[in-house]
């Protein structure tokens, strides 16, 4: 058997370079170019232009990071940049930016290896600039051993991580290996700063939301005439806008985590509410139902494309219910059907960002209810006329104009013919200067009451044992369809390509290769299932007696390679592991615990058979 890729610094082939031009799309050599010589400069203009770079940079590193955006859900939305000073030392000209990367997608290499990689020696002495602290999810610090491997002196951070136990741990790594830190708001203070710091925050608005208030972020999105309408009297609302403000509303969808519309909405319009034209992350479409009066087909009911879940009342409609789980729609039923509610449970799925396209009784319900935090409005020139034509947003209950609500940070952009005004209710939550005493951080005690059992749940990757997860970037060296070892970029790749492998058939074996290509674990999950449920006939005879002992072939060999991991779960001894997802309710713990949590159950056993105290024959195993 050949031998395994080493442990640091493997991940999956970087994500293509983004469509908008870019400074790094010029040849290396064109970068490197010293610029015509200036006048030097005092002291005092050196470091005026000092910090002017750094927050330049900086905000560069922020829109670098945008582009994770849709992408990358569960995590933050990461960019980094490196930058060098001009040969002369005395000139106050620009310093080159040398390499530049974001993260693409959870399970693919992080942003800091990405610019490390495309700086290459230039690195050395260089300052690498940061929109975000790292976040070590995984126990291998790749974010700070790229940077370190790469010889990066300086490093400025916007933002430190808004997740306490995350917060200050890659900071402390860095300037422990003896790289000066620099944090906005702690170290650099400069007025040139304020820009700097509201692009950060601005980038990451969905985790700092979610942090600060434990619900997702959430955007109200619509499109009005001149005078304020979101349809004719009759209801009929297409179109408003153009076709630029259509194409808008996709790359919003792409990047979300999940649309919501109500009954109407569904009823009217029949959306298909997919990001077409968008490559990447496919969000979750929700429909909020009270009493389940839905048409028996729809759209929206076609999962083959994305997920659909239908939030309603508990006991609307069972004879429905039924119906959409058999066209493979998730119902989930509330005691009480309300936004808060609703969104409690998107947070509880592990949701950042939500997209609300609604008609204007639930928008008024979402913004009485504070889930509502920012307005992304696109006024079309058209006026329609009518005192019976519906508004954006519903009866809110303010009788005067000083109880109307002011939009934060407004911003105004011509697209076409149509303006998209777009403004948050509530301000962007700055959790940067809490900086936490280190006995905050939360540790594993191996040593377990026998009268209390300890529960670890995991389940995104930014949770304290993110690296558990089947989507975590470590490449597993394994077979593959042809016998022949392949490095899996995934567990989750191995895994979701073995419901094919064997297949005598050239469709499944092209399925297989979809995977093996997939630059995500997302992405190789979505093939996976979807094909799974459009062909049937190509998913091997034995996957439902096989998947259990696939998976455990996956994790096995994930955690002999990479002796941090074993080391991490060893420490959770005499604990109990729940793969906390609230929808699978076969790998995962479910939401109640109500699920069979076999990745929880199958990493205990492996934690025991490392100990010495489980079988590790097949057979065995099964026997016991």
Known sequence: MPPPPPPLLVGVAPAPAATAPSFLHLPLHTRLRAAAPRVAATASVRASHSHEDDAFLLRRAADVADRSAGLTSPHPNFGCVIARPQRDADSPAEPLVVGEGFLYAEGTPCAELL????????????????????GDCYGDSTAVGSLVQAGITRVVVGLRHPLKHLRGKAIKALRSEGIHVDVV??????????????????????????????????????????????????GHASWISGKASRGRVFELRGRSDAVIVGGNTVRFDDPR????????????????????NLPEEANL????????????????????????????????EFDMLNPRDVMSYCYDRGYLSVLWECGGTLAASAISASVIHKVCAFVAPKIIGGSDAPTPVGELGMSQMTQAINFIDVSYEQIDRDMLMSGFIQPIPDLSPVIPSMDEIPSVDPEVSPYETNIISFYKTWDTFGAFSNFSPYPIHMPDENGEYFTWPTVEHYYQAHKFVGVDNPQARTIVQDIKLAKSPEEAARIGRTRQKEFPELVRTDWEATKVDVMYRAIKCKFSTYPSLTNMLLSTAGSVLVESSPHDLFWGGGREGEGLNYLGRLLMQLRSEIRGTFPSNVEERDAA
């Open 115 to 134: 610019a490390a990689r495309e700086a290459g020696e230039h690195a050395r002495g260089a300052t690498a600039y940061l929109n975000l602290e790292p």
């Open 301 to 332: 009911w076609n999962v083959n494309d994305a997920y659909t879940i239908v939030a309603t009342q508990r006991g609307a409609r069972r004879d429905f219910q039924k119906k959409l789980a058999m066209k493979g729609v998730e119902v989930v």
């Open 273 to 292: 509410l997919t990001a077409r034209h968008v490559k990447g992350h496919v969000p979750v479409r929700i429909v909020l139902s009270q009493s389940l």
């Open 185 to 234: 708001g702690e170290d650099l203070q400069n007025k040139f700063f304020e820009e700097a710091l509201m692009s950060c925050l601005t980038v990451n608005a969905p985790l700092l939301y979610r942090t600060a208030f434990h619900v997702p972020f959430s955007v109200l999105k619509y499109a009005m005439t001149a005078d304020g309408k979101i349809a004719a009297s009759s």
